[in-house]
């Protein structure tokens, strides 16, 4: 509750500042993607407002997708060691099952042999 609270106090006075931005700065700007000059077909008319929020979402995701690359191998890491205890966890539920099913042979094995074949083995001498 109070983190929405507080997206909502963060959130819509940027809501405010971004449409004030965009309703005064709707007059044309030139823009011109030749650095020296020479071709005018490089050369845009667009509202600021517009190249400003295009720059900040091509800004968004240039540093998202930065920062995902670089992030691999962290996420490697983690599929490794998730995939090992997966594998742990099996082994160690395979070794349980193979424990259960010997110690249910030995107990059926005790059962069927004859309680008095014990009781007449001699003791042995030290």
């Not at 998202?64 to 490794?80: D, M």
Request: overall charge positive; proline content about 6%; charged content about 20%.
């Amino acid at each position: 509750m109070v983190s929405r609270i507080l997206s909502f106090l963060i959130l819509v006075p940027l809501a405010i500042l971004l449409v004030v931005f965009c309703v005064s700065n709707r007059g044309p700007v030139t823009v011109s993607l030749d650095p020296l000059g020479t071709m005018p077909q490089f050369t845009y008319s667009m509202p600021l407002f517009i190249l400003m929020i295009g720059a900040v979402i091509v800004g968004l995701v240039l540093g998202g997708t930065g920062t995902w690359l670089t992030q691999a191998h962290y996420r490697r890491k983690a599929w490794k060691r998730r995939n090992e205890i997966e594998r742990l966890k099996r082994d160690a539920d395979d070794a349980r099952e193979r424990l259960r099913v010997l110690s249910e042979e030995k107990a059926k094995a005790a059962a069927l042999a004859p309680s008095s074949s014990t009781a007449l083995a001699a003791p042995r001498a030290a």
